[in-house]
Antibody, heavy 118, light 110 residues
Framework: QVQLQESGPGLVRPSQTLSLTCTVS??????????WNWIRQRPGKGLEWIGS???????FYNPSLRSRLTISMDTSENHFSLKLSSVTAADTAVYYC??????????WGQGTLVTVSS | QSALTQPASVSGSPGQSITISCTGT?????????VSWYQHHPGKAPKLIIY???KRPSGLSNRFSGSKSGNTASLTISGLQIEDEADYYC??????????FGGGTKLTVL
């Protein structure tokens, strides 16, 4: 089983860049065929897949966020990151990192609330 | 890429069975054998309960089962228990490395 922990600022100003890191333990990021994902839940809404980075470093993005989104991985630090630029209040959400095979997110972080506000 | 369609809420009594539907299109649910289901208790991390349409993770109760017909996937929970009360989400592969969730269904165990 993989353990995941999100970290990053809980408050981001509008128009700034939201940056989060997910630290991975219990597995190598390049072994096991894992996909490393970011998923969010806006207040009162359902889950939304943001994007992922594969064990080989390939990235995949939600088309609705693609223009503002960068997901990367640092295998030396065993973590992967999310950067979402030009944020607005609509980006306020609980952000989860999750890992698993192709589309089955078997392991999740506890989630971190990010509020976009001035 | 549109969200998959789920009923907003379902309810059942302890011991009963319920089914939650998840309707997509021929470009996602109907095209790939890659529908997953998640149980989400508010304030906790979601939990995988079904993957690849109908497979259960190791150790998960066989009260949970998944199926699919055409563009609609279904999650059935039999022998409802109080602790099953939660939000349930389906997810499907949508092509080109992307994934889409359903809007979620709130299960109330009366």
């Amino acid at each position: 089983q993989v353990q995941l922990q999100e970290s990053g600022p809980g408050l981001v100003r509008p128009s700034q860049t939201l940056s989060l890191t997910c630290t991975v333990s219990g597995s190598s990021m390049t072994g096991g065929g894992y996909y490393w994902n970011w998923i969010r839940q806006r207040p009162g809404k359902g889950l939304e897949w943001i994007g992922s980075v594969s064990y080989s470093g390939s990235t995949f993005y939600n088309p609705s966020l693609r223009s503002r989104l960068t997901i990367s991985m640092d295998t030396s630090e065993n973590h992967f990151s999310l950067k979402l630029s030009s944020v607005t209040a609509a980006d306020t959400a609980v952000y989860y990192c999750a890992a698993g095979g192709y589309g089955d997110y078997a392991d999740w972080g506890q989630g971190t609330l990010v509020t976009v506000s001035s | 890429q549109s969200a998959l369609t789920q009923p907003a809420s379902v309810s059942g009594s302890p011991g009963q069975s319920i089914t939650i539907s998840c309707t997509g299109t021929s470009s996602d649910v109907g095209k790939y054998y890659l529908v997953s289901w998640y149980q989400h208790h508010p304030g906790k991390a979601p939990k995988l309960i079904i993957y690849e349409d109908s497979k259960r993770p190791s150790g998960l109760s066989n009260r949970f089962s998944g199926s699919k017909s055409g563009n609609t996937a279904s999650l059935t929970i039999s022998g409802l228990q109080i602790e099953d009360e939660a939000d349930y989400y389906c997810s499907s592969y949508a092509g080109s490395g992307t994934w889409v969730f359903g809007g979620g269904t709130k299960l109330t165990v009366l």
